[in-house]
C-alpha cells in the first residue's frame, strides 16, 4: 500500500536531541486509484499544527484510550488519558455494552450522538457494523422522535443553522463552515418532518441523520458532507410556546421573500462549493418540494429524496414484488393512498418504467389510481382539488371518498400509502386485497413507525401470510401460521447514499429521472430467490453498504454512457474507482510502525 505521509508538528516533545523526525509526527494516509480521476491527496489532514489537548477534543483525530504509546509521547497527550492503551475492538465493546444499558432508544440515540461527538471513527465503525440495530437509532423512527423533542436532546451543535434573518449574508455564513471540500449538503427547512409535520428548526435531525448514512451506507467522507437547516420560522403553534424552541418563533416567511432567501442559498454553495455540489432537498413542504425540483434540477446538481429516492426505493419493491406475482408491471393495477412528494414520485417512476416496458404514456397512466384527501382522484370532481401532477392520474369515473369503498370497488392488485395518516390500511381495505388478490402488494410507506398505514403484523395475518408487504420504518419479523416474515424496509435508505457516492465520484452535474430508475432497478436486482421467499422485498439491511457501492458502480456505467459524467479520465474498473474514495472507519495511524525514538547520546 502506498503511504501519503503528512506532517503534524510536535514541537514540544522533541527538542535539541531530535533527529530528522524531529519536527514532526505524522498521518499515514491511504493512497488512492490510479484508476480514472484523481482526488486531492486521500484524507490528507488539515489539522497539522493541533496537538495536546486538542487533538482529544477533536473528534476527527480522537481515538480516546486507542492512542498507541508512541503516539501518546509524541502528540502531547501522554498522561490525558488512561494508561491502558485498548483496541478497537475493545473500545467497540464498551460502545455496545453502553448501547444496550441504555433504557430507551431516544437514550441510545443522545449516547451515539455524544459518541459521534468525541469519536468520528469509533462511532462510524460501530455503527457500518450494526446497521440493523442503530440505523433505527440514529435515522428513522428514532430521529423523529428525536426531532421533536430537539429542545431538550440538544447538546452541541451539529450542522450549519442559516435563518431568514441571515438573507443577504448566506455566503459569508457558509465559509464559517470549517471544511473546505464539500461535496454533499443535505437541506430542510423543516416544514414537513417525515410524517410528524412542521417542526422547524428542530428537523436539524434529519439532515444530520441523512447524512450519517451517507457516510456509513455510502462511504462518504463526514468532511464532504454538509447539513443544513434553513429556518424560515414554524407555523407550529406548540413551538412557539416551547420554552426550549432552538429556532425563531415566528410565523413561516413564504411568497417571494421565501423563494429569494432559497434562491441565495443556491447560488451561495454554488459559489462556496461548485455547481457540482450535491444538493438533497429534504423534507420540505410539498407544495415547494415540487417547484424547487423543477426550478433548480437543471441549473444545479440536485434532487428531492422525498420524490425521487422514496420513489425508487418503492419502485424497487414492486420490480421485485412482480417476481413473486408473476406479473408485469403494466398487469397490475396502483392504488395510492395520498398524492403528496413521495407518491407522486413513485407514481411518475412506475410510468417511466412502464413506458420502457413497451406501454405507451396514457397506457401507463391509466394502470395508476390515487386517492387524496378529498377522495378518488376522477376528472371534473365535485371536491375539486387538482392541480399539478395530479391531473396526470385523474379518471373518468365515478366520485368515491372512503378508502375501504374504492379498493372493495376498484380491486387493485399494488396498494401504496404514504400520506402518514396512520391506521388508513383497515381490516376491511387489507381483507378487501387479500379476497381479490392471490398475493396482494400491500406498502405501508410511512414515516415513522407511529404514522404507518398499518403494521407488517396486521397485513401478514389479515392476508394470511399472503400478502408482499414493505413498510418505510423498520418492523420486526413476524410469523404468521408458522411460517416467519421479514417485511422490507422501503426505505429511501436504500437509494440515497448509492446514487449520492456515484454522483459525487463521476462528478454528475444534473441527475435526471433515469438515474433513479437505473437505482430502483439495479436494487431489485440484487434481492435473491431467498430473500423473496423470506418475504423480504429488499436485500437485508446488513448488506446495505454493498448495495449502495452497487447502486454508485451501475450509475456510473450509465452515466460515463450517456455523456452525464464531468470526472475524466474514465475509470475503467468503475467498481475499483468508487471504492478508492470510500471512507476509511479504520483508525489513522498517526506515527508509522517503523518509527523508532532516536538514539541518544
Ligand atoms: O427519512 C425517512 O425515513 C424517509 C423519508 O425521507 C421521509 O419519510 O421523509
Ligand atoms: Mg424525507
Not at 416474515?485 to 447514499?497: E, H, K, M, S, V
Request: neutral net charge; hydrophobic residues 35%.
Amino acid at each position: 500500500m502506498a503511504y501519503n505521509i503528512a506532517a503534524v508538528t510536535a514541537r514540544k516533545i522533541f527538542s535539541s536531541n531530535s533527529s530528522k523526525f524531529a519536527q514532526s509526527c505524522y498521518v499515514i494516509t491511504r493512497g488512492s486509484s490510479s484508476d480514472g480521476p484523481q482526488e486531492p491527496k486521500k484524507e490528507l489532514i488539515n489539522h497539522s499544527r493541533v496537538r495536546g489537548i486538542d487533538i482529544l477534543r477533536n473528534p476527527k483525530l480522537n481515538k480516546g484510550t486507542a492512542f498507541t504509546l508512541k503516539e501518546r509521547q509524541l502528540m502531547g497527550i501522554h498522561g490525558l488519558v488512561p494508561p491502558t492503551v485498548r483496541s478497537v475492538e475493545e473500545q467497540t465493546i464498551r460502545v455496545l455494552t453502553n448501547f444496550s444499558k441504555r433504557s430507551s432508544d431516544l437514550d441510545r440515540f443522545i449516547y451515539l450522538m455524544a459518541l459521534q461527538d468525541r469519536n468520528e471513527k469509533l462511532f462510524y465503525k460501530v455503527l457500518c457494523e450494526n446497521v440493523e440495530e442503530m440505523m433505527p437509532i440514529v435515522y428513522t423512527p428514532t430521529v423523529g422522535q428525536a426531532c421533536q423533542q430537539y429542545g431538550v436532546v440538544f447538546r452541541r451543535p451539529r450542522g450549519l443553522f442559516i435563518s431568514i434573518k441571515d438573507k443577504g449574508h448566506i455566503y459569508e455564513i457558509l465559509c464559517n463552515w470549517p471544511e473546505r471540500n464539500v461535496k454533499a449538503i443535505v437541506v430542510t427547512d423543516g416544514e414537513r418532518i417525515l410524517g410528524l409535520g412542521d417542526l422547524g428548526a428542530y428537523g436539524m435531525g434529519i439532515p444530520v441523520g441523512k447524512l450519517s448514512l451517507y457516510t456509513a451506507l455510502g462511504g462518504i467522507h463526514p468532511a464532504k458532507c454538509l447539513p443544513i437547516l434553513l429556518d424560515v420560522g414554524t407555523n407550529n403553534e406548540k413551538l412557539h410556546e416551547d420554552p426550549l424552541y432552538i429556532g425563531h418563533c415566528e410565523p413561516r416567511v413564504t411568497g417571494q421573500e421565501y423563494d429569494d432567501f432559497i434562491d441565495e442559498f443556491m447560488q451561495a454553495v454554488a459559489k462556496r462549493y461548485g455547481y457540482s455540489c450535491l444538493v438533497q432537498f429534504e423534507d420540505f413542504g410539498n407544495h415547494n418540494a415540487f417547484r424547487f425540483l423543477e426550478k433548480y434540477r437543471d441549473v444545479y446538481c440536485t434532487f428531492n429524496d422525498d420524490i425521487q429516492g422514496t420513489a425508487a426505493v418503492a419502485a424497487a419493491g414492486v420490480f421485485a414484488s412482480l417476481r413473486i406475482t408473476k406479473t408485469k408491471l403494466t398487469d397490475n393495477k396502483f392504488l395510492f393512498q395520498g398524492a403528496g412528494e413521495a407518491n407522486i414520485g413513485i407514481a411518475e417512476l412506475l410510468t417511466l418504467a412502464m413506458i420502457e416496458e413497451g406501454a405507451t404514456e396514457q397506457e401507463a397512466r391509466s394502470k395508476i389510481w390515487m386517492v387524496d384527501s378529498r377522495g378518488l382522484i376522477t376528472k371534473g370532481r365535485p371536491s375539486g382539488g387538482i392541480s399539478g401532477h395530479k391531473k396526470e392520474f385523474a379518471k373518468d369515473y365515478k366520485h368515491m371518498d372512503n378508502l375501504e369503498e374504492i379498493v372493495e370497488d376498484l380491486k387493485p392488485s399494488v396498494l401504496i400509502g404514504a400520506a402518514a395518516i396512520a391506521g388508513a390500511f383497515t381490516e376491511k381495505v387489507i381483507l378487501s386485497m387479500a379476497a381479490h388478490n392471490e398475493r396482494p402488494v400491500i406498502f405501508a410507506l410511512s414515516n415513522p413507525t407511529s404514522k404507518a398505514e398499518c403494521s407488517a403484523e396486521e397485513a401478514y395475518t389479515l392476508t394470511e401470510g399472503r400478502c408482499v408487504f414493505a413498510s418505510g420504518s423498520p418492523f420486526p419479523a413476524c410469523t404468521v401460521n408458522g411460517k416467519t416474515f421479514y417485511p422490507g424496509q422501503g426505505n429511501n435508505a436504500y437509494i440515497f447514499p448509492g446514487v449520492a457516492l456515484g454522483v459525487i465520484t463521476c462528478g454528475v452535474r444534473h441527475i435526471e429521472d433515469k438515474i433513479f430508475l437505473h437505482a430502483a432497478q439495479c436494487l431489485s436486482k440484487l434481492v435473491t430467490d431467498e430473500n423473496l421467499a423470506e418475504g423480504r422485498l429488499y436485500p437485508p439491511l446488513n448488506q446495505i453498504q454493498e448495495v449502495s457501492l452497487k447502486i454508485a458502480t451501475e450509475l456510473a456505467e450509465f452515466v460515463y454512457r450517456t455523456g452525464a459524467a464531468s470526472a475524466y479520465p474514465e475509470p475503467k474498473d468503475k467498481e475499483a474507482y468508487i471504492r478508492s474514495f470510500l471512507y476509511d472507519t479504520n483508525y489513522e495511524q498517526f506515527v508509522p510502525d517503523t518509527w523508532e525514538w532516536p538514539e541518544t547520546k
